[in-house]
């Protein structure tokens, strides 16, 4: 059974710092693009960031400068380091994993595992 389990969300105040985990399992996505996207109350899923096999990332303008993606295929897990947060980054932060693809795609039917998401609120 794959899953995809993330972890590290909570309460932040604004300009604070959180790591997000991604632990993989079933499967192995060392040569998969894999995905971060969030999702706020009343709003559609958005693309916050994505990573290729080989470590090449793409940002979200929102977050460009502020969040960071990196993957250890060793461990299947896949991480997002959050610094300087915004309430505007409040959001159900969710990790996905596009299997048949190897380069970027900001697009997340493309994305063909998911996992449950990790909420993240940030406090004025």
């Known amino acids: 059974q794959v899953q995809l389990v993330e972890s590290g969300g909570g309460l932040v105040q604004a300009g604070g710092s959180l790591r997000l985990s991604c632990a993989t399992s079933g499967r192995t996505f060392s040569r998969s693009a894999m995905g971060w996207f969030r999702q706020a109350p009343g709003k559609e899923r958005e693309f916050v960031t994505a990573?290729?096999?080989?470590?090449?990332?793409y940002y979200a303008d929102s977050v460009k400068g502020r969040f960071t993606i990196s993957r250890d295929n060793a461990k299947n897990t896949v991480y997002l380091q959050m610094n300087s947060l915004k309430p505007e980054d409040t959001a159900v932060y969710y990790c996905a994993a596009a299997s048949r693809f190897s380069s970027i795609t900001t697009t997340p039917g493309l994305y063909d595992y998911w996992g449950q998401g990790t909420q993240v609120t940030v406090s004025s």
């Open positions: 990573i290729t096999w080989s470590g090449g990332t």
